[in-house]
Nanobody
Framework: QVQLVESGGGLVQAGGSLRLSCAAS????????MGWVRQAPGKERQFVAA????????YYADSVKGRFTISRDSAKNTVYLQMNSLKPEDTAVYYC???????????????????WGQGTQVTVSS
């Protein structure tokens, strides 16, 4: 009932910035927390950032805290991930996640959200 489409990935040099976007569509039956999970080659999925349905609460992995900022535009049904001071270890496929309910951000944080996008590749060169 929810489709997620990511955009904004690409190749950037270390220290540079990228902004990822995730557009959500489909029939809405509840409020949704949204966020981002990434997976690098040969590694497990890793939580990156999450935001509550109201936008009032945000969560970040320790590895990106202070460098990444998650935000959402409810009118556009879009969530963003501003990534600054990028490092080679940030290289991964980034997936947009969404999960309904007041505790939906917990599902994003634990990488078991109900809805996933197709992913967008982020590559950071040294």
């Amino acid at each position: 009932q929810v489709q997620l489409v990511e955009s904004g990935g690409g190749l950037v040099q270390a220290g540079g910035s990228l902004r990822l976007s995730c557009a959500a569509s489909g029939r809405t039956v509840s409020t949704y927390a949204m966020g981002w999970v990434r997976q690098a080659p040969g590694k497990e999925r890793q939580f990156v950032a999450a935001i509550s349905w109201s936008g009032g609460s945000t969560y970040y992995a320790d590895s990106v805290k202070g460098r990444f900022t998650i935000s959402r535009d409810s009118a556009k049904n879009t969530v963003y991930l501003q990534m600054n001071s990028l490092k080679p270890e940030d290289t991964a496929v980034y997936y947009c996640n969404a999960h309904p309910g007041n505790s939906g951000e917990r599902m994003v944080v634990t990488t078991i959200a109900r809805y996933w996008g197709q992913g967008t590749q982020v590559t950071v060169s040294s």
